[in-house]
Nanobody, 124 residues
Framework: VQLQASGGGLVQAGGSLRLSCAAS????????MGWFRQAPGKEREFVSA????????YYADSVEGRFTISRDNAKNTVYLQMNGLKPEDTAVYYC??????????????????WGQGTLVTVSS
C-alpha cells in the first residue's frame, strides 16, 4: 500500500487548509486511517483517526473542535480539514494506515503504512 499526502502549505493564523491522502490498492476500506504530525525537534504525535466505515472518529485534545477527519472509500482517500490554524500546528503531517485492527489507535506503532508527509506552516 502506498499513501500520498498532499495539501500542505503556508497559511496565516486563523486560516484553513485541507489535507488529502490517497491510497493505492483495493483494500483501503479495511484500514483504520490516521493523521499524525511532527514538529521540528519533537516526536511524532497523533492528530486524528477514522474507522473503516467512518462511523467512528477520534481527535487529539489539541485539535478537537478545529480539525475534521473524513474519508471517501470510493476514492481511496482520507481528508483532514483544518480550521482555526495556530502557529503551534506547524509540522509535517503524515497519513497512516492500520491494517491489523478495527479499533482506533493513537499510537504510532499501531500503523503499518505511512505517507511521505506534507508540510503545514502557520504564521502568526
Amino acid at each position: 500500500v502506498q499513501l500520498q499526502a498532499s495539501g500542505g502549505g503556508l497559511v496565516q493564523a486563523g486560516g484553513s487548509l485541507r489535507l488529502s491522502c490517497a491510497a493505492s490498492g483495493r483494500t483501503f476500506y479495511t484500514y483504520v486511517m490516521g493523521w499524525f504530525r511532527q514538529a521540528p525537534g519533537k516526536e511524532r504525535e497523533f492528530v486524528s483517526a477514522i474507522g473503516q466505515s467512518a462511523s467512528s472518529t477520534y481527535y487529539a485534545d489539541s485539535v478537537e473542535g478545529r480539525f475534521t477527519i473524513s474519508r471517501d472509500n470510493a476514492k481511496n482517500t482520507v481528508y483532514l480539514q483544518m480550521n482555526g490554524l495556530k502557529p503551534e500546528d506547524t509540522a509535517v503531517y503524515y497519513c497512516a494506515a492500520d491494517r491489523r485492527s478495527s479499533a482506533i489507535s493513537t499510537r504510532v506503532s499501531s500503523y503499518d503504512y505511512w505517507g511521505q508527509g506534507t508540510l503545514v506552516t502557520v504564521s502568526s
